[in-house]
């Protein structure tokens, strides 16, 4: 009989429990349960309302149970944040979201003190404010009393394990995206976390995927009438999941992670972590199996969830993702283009104003329909793509034959196909589920229930849950990526 996991797979939109088992040579996922992920404003900061989600993980379980059971449970999430426990066991407080302002100017502070050449180069990750680094030194320069008095820090996957099996450990796929793990070392950064005034005393033992934080806490089982079935780590940082359920089987392949952030990159076996890698704003954070993702950050989806949220709301449009790519397909291309990582789209606001002002001060043409708006996005996206495939390409040596789109924005055939066009080789779309396959692979290979990565990326392979976009026409691209590399690439 085949093993069966109980799968977490928290975004920053949603989350979903999904069973998953190997059945008929491919992989079975059945979703039990999805909820939102909403934030919550609290004491002035915007936090992640960690009561709801762990009261929605419960009655996931509880529907795990009652579909047949489970036989492990593994979670993953988004980087960065974090929860603090304190002496008594007991978080602190809510996590905070990696989009609320109070890191601002905490960049600039650390590296007045520290260069951020020697971040990258111990840590492989880009200097970002959302980065847990800069969350850390917010606390201890404003806020004292409540860093001092954690006892462990625990990133959101170790956080909910945390919950179920009442064992500290830290992840270390997820622990790279602190900036605070010493790549070379693979290990915690004790030189800089002591530099920075961050107590020791908080950073928790580290596990690998497929390692155990524990079983299910008693009470817990027997609230569920269940066995204290065994809580294992996979690589749960979403993006070293979904990595692992690329279908390929190719040495070096070029990935494009696409949710609501956006993650295009390559694996590698060690860190790049070279002059050139840090101009062009690449990361290394930590895959399965000892590997390094090197990728760049860009903003995704975002940018049409966003713009789809103010016509919504503010204009009661009721406009589906669906209607908005139809009037992108029938705008005019090539007109306008944006920076999609620029900082003016950073926060929740009027999406189509800031793409309108954006244009304005670039001295574009400025799209004022919804359909020559969201062209603007389409097609800046893709030639962000094609620049990105051309920069890791040059950089890595590695000749990539097509790209591997991968996560929830993979439905979108018109991202899709623009991807295609713009970076002139085919786009392999599917899984659309590959996080949480991922996910499940983990712990599926720590169960025995697939021998390694390999067999799991030759199972997807086969299991018909990709589509090919040819390229069409790509030199209609070649000058717009030219206006579009002027724009972006200063």
């Given at each position: 009989?085949?093993?069966?996991?109980?799968?977490?797979?928290?975004?920053?939109?949603?989350?979903?429990?999904?069973?998953?088992?190997?059945?008929?040579?491919?992989?079975?996922?059945?979703?039990?349960?999805?909820?939102?992920?909403?934030?919550?404003?609290?004491?002035?900061?915007?936090?992640?309302?960690?009561?709801?989600?762990?009261?929605?993980?419960?009655?996931?379980?509880?529907?795990?149970?009652?579909?047949?059971?489970?036989?492990?449970?593994?979670?993953?999430?988004?980087?960065?944040?974090?929860?603090l426990i304190g002496q008594d066991g007991n978080l602190l407080e809510k996590p905070v979201h990696y989009r609320d302002s109070r890191t601002e100017g905490m960049v600039e502070e650390?590296?007045?003190?520290?260069?951020?050449?020697?971040?990258?180069?111990?840590?492989?990750?880009?200097?970002?404010?959302?980065?847990?680094?800069?969350?850390?030194?917010?606390?201890?320069?404003?806020?004292?009393?409540?860093?001092?008095?954690?006892?462990?820090?625990?990133?959101?996957?170790?956080?909910?394990?945390?919950?179920?099996?009442?064992?500290?450990?830290?992840?270390?796929?997820?622990?790279?995206?602190?900036?605070?793990?010493?790549?070379?070392?693979?290990?915690?950064?004790?030189?800089?976390?002591?530099?920075?005034?961050?107590?020791?005393?908080?950073?928790?033992?580290?596990?690998?995927?497929?390692?155990?934080?524990?079983?299910?806490?008693?009470?817990?089982?027997?609230?569920?009438?269940?066995?204290?079935?065994?809580?294992?780590?996979?690589?749960?940082?979403?993006?070293?999941?979904?990595?692992?359920?690329?279908?390929?089987?190719?040495?070096?392949?070029?990935?494009?992670?696409?949710?609501?952030?956006?993650?295009?990159?390559?694996?590698?076996?060690?860190?790049?972590?070279?002059?050139?890698?840090?101009?062009?704003?690449?990361?290394?954070?930590?895959?399965?199996?000892?590997?390094?993702?090197?990728?760049?950050?860009?903003?995704?989806?975002?940018?049409?969830?966003?713009?789809?949220?103010?016509?919504?709301?503010?204009?009661?449009?009721?406009?589906?993702?669906?209607?908005?790519?139809?009037?992108?397909?029938?705008?005019?291309?090539?007109?306008?283009?944006?920076?999609?990582?620029?900082?003016?789209?950073?926060?929740?606001?009027?999406?189509?104003?800031?793409?309108?002002?954006?244009?304005?001060?670039?001295?574009?043409?400025?799209?004022?329909?919804?359909?020559?708006?969201?062209?603007?996005?389409?097609?800046?996206?893709?030639?962000?793509?094609?620049?990105?495939?051309?920069?890791?390409?040059?950089?890595?040596?590695?000749?990539?034959?097509?790209?591997?789109?991968?996560?929830?924005?993979?439905?979108?055939?018109?991202?899709?196909?623009?991807?295609?066009?713009?970076?002139?080789?085919?786009?392999?779309?599917?899984?659309?589920?590959?996080?949480?396959?991922?996910?499940?692979?983990?712990?599926?290979?720590?169960?025995?229930?697939?021998?390694?990565?390999?067999?799991?990326?030759?199972?997807?392979?086969?299991?018909?849950?990709?589509?090919?976009?040819?390229?069409?026409?790509?030199?209609?691209?070649?000058?717009?990526?030219?206006?579009?590399?002027?724009?972006?690439?200063?």
């Open positions: 009989m085949s093993k069966t996991v109980l799968v977490f797979d928290f975004g920053a939109s949603s989350a979903r429990a999904m069973l998953c088992r190997v059945k008929d040579g491919g992989f079975e996922l059945e979703e039990i349960h999805r909820f939102p992920n909403v934030p919550v404003t609290e004491n002035g900061h915007l936090r992640w309302d960690i009561d709801e989600l762990w009261e929605q993980m419960k009655i996931a379980i509880s529907f795990g149970v009652f579909n047949g059971g489970f036989d492990a449970i593994s979670v993953d999430t988004w980087g960065v944040d974090f929860g650390v590296c007045s003190r520290i260069p951020e050449e020697k971040l990258f180069k111990q840590s492989g990750i880009q200097s970002m404010n959302i980065n847990t680094l800069f969350q850390l030194h917010y606390l201890v320069k404003h806020e004292k009393n409540t860093i001092f008095r954690a006892e462990k820090m625990l990133m959101m996957p170790d956080l909910f394990a945390y919950f179920l099996t009442g064992e500290c450990r830290s992840e270390f796929t997820e622990a790279t995206t602190t900036q605070l793990i010493d790549q070379k070392a693979r290990g915690w950064n004790l030189q800089l976390i002591e530099a920075l005034g961050i107590p020791k005393r908080i950073f928790a033992p580290l596990i690998q995927p497929g390692e155990r934080y524990g079983n299910l806490k008693q009470e817990l089982a027997e609230e569920f009438r269940m066995e204290p079935v065994p809580v294992y780590a996979c690589a749960s940082h979403d993006t070293a999941s979904a990595v692992m359920a690329v279908p390929t089987e190719e040495e070096h392949f070029a990935f494009l992670s696409c949710g609501t952030w956006t993650l295009f990159g390559t694996e590698l076996r060690r860190p790049l972590v070279s002059e050139q890698a840090l101009k062009m704003g690449l990361t290394n954070e930590a895959g399965s199996s000892g590997t390094t993702t090197l990728l760049k950050n860009i903003m995704g989806l975002w940018l049409i969830q966003e713009t789809r949220r103010w016509y919504n709301s503010a204009q009661c449009s009721g406009y589906s993702f669906a209607d908005l790519e139809a009037m992108a397909r029938e705008s005019e291309p090539f007109v306008s283009f944006i920076d999609p990582n620029a900082p003016d789209f950073a926060a929740p606001d009027d999406m189509p104003l800031k793409i309108q002002e954006f244009c304005r001060r670039t001295a574009q043409p400025v799209p004022e329909t919804p359909g020559q708006i969201m062209r603007c996005i389409y097609q800046s996206l893709a030639c962000e793509f094609a620049l990105t495939l051309g920069e890791i390409s040059e950089l890595t040596g590695h000749t990539f034959r097509e790209i591997n789109m991968i996560g929830g924005g993979t439905k979108d055939k018109l991202l899709c196909q623009l991807t295609a066009d713009a970076a002139g080789i085919p786009a392999v779309a599917g899984p659309t589920e590959a996080t949480a396959l991922g996910n499940a692979i983990s712990t599926l290979i720590a169960l025995g229930e697939i021998s390694d990565i390999s067999s799991a990326r030759r199972m997807i392979i086969n299991s018909g849950l990709t589509q090919e976009f040819q390229p069409q026409e790509h030199e209609k691209w070649l000058q717009p990526l030219e206006r579009y590399r002027k724009l972006t690439r200063k």
